[in-house]
């Protein structure tokens, strides 16, 4: 089983705009579940309604993930101030 541990250190994640992809993604479903509204007779005729439901579904989905990422973006810009007052308070301090 040794042979199978990775002998490297895994790297950092990569952070990008997390919020403005995941309000992206949401405004692109709820758009498809509008323009599906007009075909939703054609979609039940053939047996499809559930594309129309799953747009709706990524949709709210989606506003829950822009609140999710909303605050975890506050959380970590609020650790980031305090670890700069942290480091500005501790310079300071051997200073005087």
Same mark, same amino acid.
């Given at each position: 089983?040794?042979?199978?541990?990775?002998?490297?250190?895994?790297?950092?994640?990569?952070?990008?705009?997390?919020?403005?992809?995941?309000?992206?993604?949401?405004?692109?479903?709820?758009?498809?579940?509008?323009?599906?509204?007009?075909?939703?007779?054609?979609?039940?005729?053939?047996?499809?309604?559930?594309?129309?439901?799953? @747009?709706?579904?990524? @949709?709210?989905?989606?506003?829950?993930?822009?609140?999710?990422? %909303?605050? %975890?973006?506050?959380?970590?810009? %609020?650790?980031?101030?305090?670890?700069?007052?942290?480091?500005?308070?501790?310079? %300071?301090?051997?200073?005087?």
């Amino acid at each position: 089983m040794a042979k199978w541990t990775p002998q490297h250190e895994a790297p950092e994640p990569l952070e990008g705009p997390v919020v403005a992809t995941i309000t992206g993604g949401t405004i692109l479903w709820f758009v498809l579940f509008l323009v599906q509204l007009p075909f939703y007779g054609w979609f039940d005729d053939h047996g499809h309604l559930w594309w129309v439901w799953t @747009c709706l579904a990524g @949709c709210g989905l989606g506003l829950i993930g822009i609140w999710y990422v %909303r605050g %975890r973006d506050a959380a970590l810009k %609020r650790h980031a101030a305090q670890q700069a007052d942290g480091t500005a308070t501790g310079a %300071r301090a051997e200073s005087q």
